[in-house]
């Protein structure tokens, strides 16, 4: 994407982002604490330690709508985490509401339910491979029900589970980890939130191509819209 280009789809974000004194993409959504549990993938290893070493890190989690339609109505669904890995930068990981199938992992599909599958939509290399990551419904976990507010009761009640999981363009999903929810951040910190999904990524993954730099555009755009700063990591190879 030439650099013109690239300017005017931030300034077009921004603009938006200030019209409407909210984010351009899921405005609509809560935020929670979490925990994550990293086991490592099963099977072969990725190369990503992020993906194959044990370990815990605090997180952030916000699960939002796309839209934002009416409670209960089918919507691009999101969930996005954020791995606070101090004294390292973070690592944000905003996936969508898709298929769990191959032929739809690369599909935003709509939906009624916060409880469900989830992916990154657009692929990671990791040297010459392949992966997307995802976010799947553990079946030992409560329901998230269909609307924000259900979402916020049920971890308010429990401390529902998130499975973390990779797989390659056709393979199958490995978890690799898990997000417990937490108790629920006030609207202002949500507001305040800033993700960066292509700054941020798992060291070990790119995003690379035409559509990784119109969503970096897009969300720099929006973050400066409405007056939000992010800790962008490092770029990795």
Known sequence: MSAPISAAVERAAAALARLRHARLLHPAGRTFAGDALIWGTPGPPTGVPLLCLPGRFPATVRLSKGVPTPAGWPDVLGVGIR???EPEPPVDLLVSSSGAAPVLRNLPLPRRRFTGTYTSIMSFRAGARRLFLAVLADPDSPDLGRSLAEAGAVVAADAPRLVLA???A?????????V?????RDAREDAALAFDPVGNVPPGLRLAGPLARLRDDSYRGSRRGRGTAVSRAARRG
């Open 180 to 184: 417990r929810l937490d108790g629920e």
């Open 170 to 178: 056709v393979g199958p999903w490995r978890p690799f980890g898990e």
């Open 83 to 85: 791995l606070h890995r």
């Open 166 to 168: 990779v797989a390659s």
